[in-house]
């Protein structure tokens, strides 16, 4: 079963920061938090992943809170392109072959 | 950059009979995952494959079958069809341990109906 709870949809204004949050009470001390998105019926696309630092990269900044219960991946100006589904998914990340379990995810709708 | 191929793209089959699926992970990944998607829902975890063993298993019917090949592709076989295996099978690959991180990657997958 997913660890992580989203909430099912939301709406961000074209050009404005989307922020999508995850809670993930139960994570593991070893486990990583993992943000993928899914474009209507494309193949899901890494974001970005992180164990307890923020982490920033060319889509994406990932804020994961200190005690990493919760974190928030931030979209800093959404486009059209980006309306998908978003999933957050905790993950064991010590080089073995664990597989993703996603969960129900959020859809982000960007709007003109 | 190469990455997850995926084939045939599309693929209609009636009731009972038996298809197959390939997948081409990227180069130097050496474990495989399979997942599948049903219309309106999360893609589910059906199988992964490391080094050509068998390393997990999901909520994989016993009608499916799939194995990893010595240059690391994967097939997935599925026979006596039903209908409710019309959906959307995504094959995903990740870098050997101690790579610059293992993080999945997905292909665009293979939309298979049966009618």
């Known amino acids: 079963d997913a660890k992580t709870t989203q909430p099912p949809s939301m709406d961000c204004a074209e050009g404005r920061a989307a922020n999508l949050p995850c809670n993930h009470s139960?994570?593991?001390?070893?486990?990583?938090v993992y943000w993928y998105r899914q474009i209507h019926s494309q193949g899901p696309q890494y974001i970005i992943h992180?164990?307890?630092n923020n982490e920033t990269n060319e889509m994406a900044s990932l804020i994961i809170t200190e005690d990493r219960k919760s974190s928030t991946l931030i979209l800093p100006h959404a486009t059209l392109r980006d309306t998908a589904v978003y999933y957050c998914?905790?993950?064991?990340?010590?080089?073995?072959?664990?597989?993703?379990?996603f969960g129900k995810g959020t859809k982000l709708t960007v709007n003109p | 950059a190469a990455g997850v191929i995926q084939s045939p793209r599309h693929l209609i089959k009636e009731k009972r009979e038996t298809a197959t699926l390939k997948c081409y992970p990227i180069?130097?990944?050496?474990?495989v995952y399979w997942y599948q998607q049903g219309p309106g829902q999360d893609p589910q975890f059906l199988i992964s494959?490391?080094?050509?063993?068998?390393?997990d298993k999901g909520s994989i019917p016993d009608r499916f079958s799939a194995q990893q090949f010595s240059d690391y592709h994967s097939e997935l076989n599925m026979s006596s069809l039903e209908l409710g295996d019309s959906a959307l099978y995504f094959c995903?690959?990740?870098?050997?341990?101690?790579?610059?991180?293992?993080?999945?990657?997905f292909g665009e997958g293979s939309w298979l109906t049966v009618v």
């Open positions: 494959f490391y080094e050509k063993m068998q390393s």
């Open positions: 998914i905790v993950r064991v990340d010590q080089g073995g072959s664990e597989k993703l379990v």
């Open positions: 995903a690959s990740s870098p050997p341990a101690g790579s610059s991180g293992n993080t999945i990657y």
């Open positions: 992180g164990l307890k």
């Open positions: 139960t994570i593991s001390g070893n486990e990583y």
């Open positions: 180069p130097r990944h050496d474990t």
